[in-house]
């Protein structure tokens, strides 16, 4: 396992925005993997981490059951790749409550 600094994530792909793309436009790796990932995080100009898989994609009926403890499984890489997202959000400064009031 490796730790990555969330200021070096450049982007998130989820595997819906991947397969709107062609063969053609996609990396080589990417077109070709026999199970797609939930999503890729791209790291610096050339690293690509492809995160999770979907047991059940390509019609595969196997029912897969993975505790949330296990950190593996769809649900939980769809977990990581929205904490992932929210996380790179610009924040906005919000006035605080105490602002407004002025000195008693």
């Avoid at 790291?43 to 999770?52: A, L, N, Q, S, W």
């Avoid at 059951?65 to 939980?76: D, F, I, K, W, Y």
């Amino acid at each position: 396992m490796q730790e990555i600094v969330l200021s070096a994530i450049m982007q998130v792909k989820s595997y819906t925005e991947l397969s709107t793309m062609t063969a053609d436009d996609a990396d080589a790796d990417s077109a070709s993997l026999c199970n797609p990932p939930i999503f890729e995080l791209h790291v610096g100009v050339d690293m690509i981490y492809y995160v999770g898989e979907d047991p059940s994609w390509g019609g595969s009926k196997a029912e897969v059951v993975t505790s949330a403890e296990s950190g593996v499984g769809l649900e939980q890489a769809r977990c990581w790749e929205s904490a992932i997202r929210k996380a790179l959000m610009p924040v906005t400064p919000q006035p605080s409550a105490d602002f407004d009031k002025g000195p008693s």
